[in-house]
């Protein structure tokens, strides 16, 4: 498909609000490619969606299968049930908007979130100028549970790559962009056939085979229709459905935070590390704090963890580092820790040698209001030495999850 031939539309995202390419690289998911012409592409909620981006625009396109005019077992409902006033008004627009406007998490005032983090923590307030626009994608919960076992002792890559292989062959073909196939994720049930686990072990996927057959046959023949969908955060629920309140904010996180926790460590490959991963990026409770080998050294290295009683990665020590960055940063303490998770790869670490200014400029809104937004002025510096790029970049499970709830430390190669 020649790109000059495609009908873009566009959204007014300041890229100090969004950056797609530091939100859809950090580890979050796992479908996106991103082409020569600086393209991200997806299926998603039957159709492939690609996206592209300037300092002050977002553009996207929506290619939808030939052979209907509607995307097929799309789980969007319709839009004038969703409360949130931002989606509501799309409603009757364009459908494809307001998944996007749901899926890139697009509500909250970034500018404000990142001020707010940084009055409480000088260590993000240092780093934060140089990784504006993180945002926590609303993804599906299936798709999340399944990439988050995929990364127990895995790296980005690897893990994309397993990924498109799920899709490739038990996943519907949605249709081709710039002459290339879109897998749409399979369902669990279709991951629940018996002959999955040794096909998956043929692909590469090693002892993940075991756990994403498991799961599926759990999720999908041994739970309630609907139970994974259960757990998510009322207050972020799937796109088109309303908005209810999730409850008091406690020192270990909401109760329904903390059942959702629970409930996942029942499924097969998911320990407390992937349990947060998918409760933050599938379930869209925001003060999940997942603590893998990197939050843990930058809890070492920032917050003087290491020392005394949590000298190692303990239970008790996962859950007093996620109870200290939540009391820091509150009900979205999961966000901000993925902040500081993305300047701690190894595939951003060019950013940490620039100097970063942050200039404040007044906008006005509809009530006349001035609101805030950080643009970033970046000096180049001199380096000496290049970190490995994101192919190198581990994303390994500090926390053996073989038995749902047991902890122990894993030996890593070297």
Known sequence: ???????????????????????????????????????WSCALHGRILSLRQDSKYLHYHATFPQTSDTPPNSPTPALALNDDPAIASLTGINDTEALIYHYLNLSPDLASLYKEWSNADANFKSKAPKFAGVRILKQDAWESLVGFICSSNNNILRISQMMEKLCTHYGPLIGYFESKPYYDM??????????????????????????????????????????????????????????????????????????????????QGVGPKVADCVCLMGLGWGEAVPVDTHVWQIAQRDYSYGKGKHRSLTKATYDAVGDHFRRLWGKEAGWAHSVLFTADLKAFSARLTTKAEVIEVKRETDIDQPIAEAYIKTEAVTVTSVKRELIDEAFPETIVDETPGALKKRRRRK
Request: proline share 7%; charged share 20%; hydrophobic share 35%.
């Open 1 to 39: 498909m020649i790109m000059g031939l495609i009908q873009w539309r566009q959204l007014p995202v300041n890229i100090t609000e969004l950056c797609l390419d530091t939100t859809l690289r950090c580890g979050q998911s796992f479908r996106w490619k991103k082409s020569d012409d600086n393209v």
């Open 186 to 267: 399979p369902s669990p049930l279709a991951l629940s056939i018996p002959s999955v686990e040794a096909h998956l072990r043929e692909l590469g996927f090693g002892y993940r085979a075991k756990y994403i057959y498991r799961t599926a046959v759990m999720v999908s023949q041994e739970r309630n229709p609907g139970w994974l969908d259960s757990l998510r955060n009322p207050e972020s629920p799937v796109l088109g459905q309303k908005i209810f309140p999730a409850g008091e904010m406690m020192p270990g996180g909401r109760e329904g935070y903390r059942t959702a926790h629970q409930e996942l460590l029942s499924l």
